[in-house]
């Protein structure tokens, strides 16, 4: 069992920048890798970013490649999600998650096995 915990979420205006964080806590020794997924207003939850905890691979959906990067700092049990260039397509409920085992498809909503509770983004236009 993992709890996580993000935070970092705001008001932002379009063009502007800001960190997510999510910290875990519980099995993280067991975790094979964490995600960051969004929820716009009327639209299914869908992939942001995803990385290995062991050797730092990362993933990213088309939609925010070359504005968002996902980081951790494994001493801190903390996944980031810099979002640059921020735009009002952007604007959702970010969710953080985790994958104990391993898995092919890390961009799906159902292999996760923990998440967080969430943090608003808003991006104004």
């Known amino acids: 069992q993992v709890q996580l915990v993000e935070s970092g979420g705001g008001l932002v205006q379009a063009g502007g920048s800001l960190r997510l964080s999510c910290a875990a806590s519980?099995?993280?020794?067991?975790?094979?890798?964490m995600a960051w997924f969004r929820q716009g207003p009327g639209k299914e939850r869908e992939f942001v970013a995803a990385?290995?905890?062991?050797?730092?691979?990362?993933w990213y959906a088309d939609s925010v490649k070359g504005r968002f990067t996902i980081s951790r700092d494994s001493a801190e049990n903390t996944v980031y999600l810099q979002m640059n260039s921020l735009k009002p397509e952007d604007t959702a409920v970010y969710y953080c998650?985790?994958?104990?085992?391993?898995?092919?498809?890390?961009?799906?909503?159902?292999?996760?096995?923990?998440w967080g509770q969430g943090t608003q983004v808003t991006v104004s236009s």
């Open positions: 990385i290995r905890w062991s050797g730092g691979s990362t």
């Open positions: 998650a985790t994958r104990q085992s391993v898995s092919y498809y890390l961009r799906q909503r159902g292999v996760y096995d923990d």
């Open positions: 519980g099995r993280t020794f067991s975790a094979y890798a």
